[in-house]
Structures are given as C-alpha cells and as structure tokens.
Nanobody
Framework: QVQLVESGGGLVQAGGSLRLSCAASGRTFSSYAMGWFRQAPGKERELVTCISSTDGRTWYRGSVKGRFTISSDSAKNMVYLNMNSLKPEDTAHYYC????????????????WGQGTQVTVSS
C-alpha cells in the first residue's frame, strides 16, 4: 500500500504562484510515474503533468506548459508541482497519483491517489 498526501493548495490571485507537495509513504517502488490531476466543478478529471521515476521524463498538458513544473525528490519520497502565472481556469481540486508506468494519461491507469488539495485562483 502507498499513501499519498497533498499539501500547499490555497487561494491565490491570477498571475500568482503556488507550490503543491505530495508526500508518499508505505511500500516503495523503483519504477513508476507520478502525476498531478485536477478536477474542476462540472468537468472531468484530467492529467496535468507527470514525471518518470526512472529517467525524469516529464509530460505537460498544453494549457499549463511554460507555467507549471513538476519535480521530484526520490530520496524524500516527495513530488512537487510549481505553478506560476496562475489563471482562473486553473481553479480545481488537485490530486497526486501514482502509475506503474510513465505515459499513462487516464485516471484508470493510476492505482494510488492522495485526497487532493484545493487550488482557487481569483480574478
């Protein structure tokens, strides 16, 4: 079992920045991918970004490219999401999740999830 706990969400004005953290505990895996999903009211949950534990490859949704950065610290079992130039449309509940392979894009491919943290961007 793997437990994921997100933190760092909050209220920020448009154009501002926020840093989300995801702490992992429990059984560890040498090969996996970590992703950040988000779900806004009335919309489907979508993958925002993900990172490979083996080679550091990353993927970003087009709408966040250049603004969001995913990073990880394997030694500390931590994954981060730095969000800059935030827009009201970024408002959503953000989830940290784990997949056994990099490249998984749907929530069905992720087997462990955190409880999520709310990000609200005001205009």
């Amino acid at each position: 079992q793997v437990q994921l706990v997100e933190s760092g969400g909050g209220l920020v004005q448009a154009g501002g920045s926020l840093r989300l953290s995801c702490a992992a505990s429990g059984r560890t895996f040498s090969s996996y991918a970590m992703g950040w999903f988000r779900q806004a009211p009335g919309k489907e949950r979508e993958l925002v970004t993900c990172i490979s534990s083996t080679d550091g490859r990353t993927w970003y949704r087009g709408s966040v490219k250049g603004r969001f950065t995913i990073s990880s610290d394997s030694a500390k079992n931590m994954v981060y999401l730095n969000m800059n130039s935030l827009k009201p449309e970024d408002t959503a509940h953000y989830y940290c999740a784990r997949s056994r392979w990099f490249g998984a894009t749907t929530e069905l491919d992720y087997d462990y999830w955190g409880q999520g943290t709310q990000v609200t961007v005001s205009s």
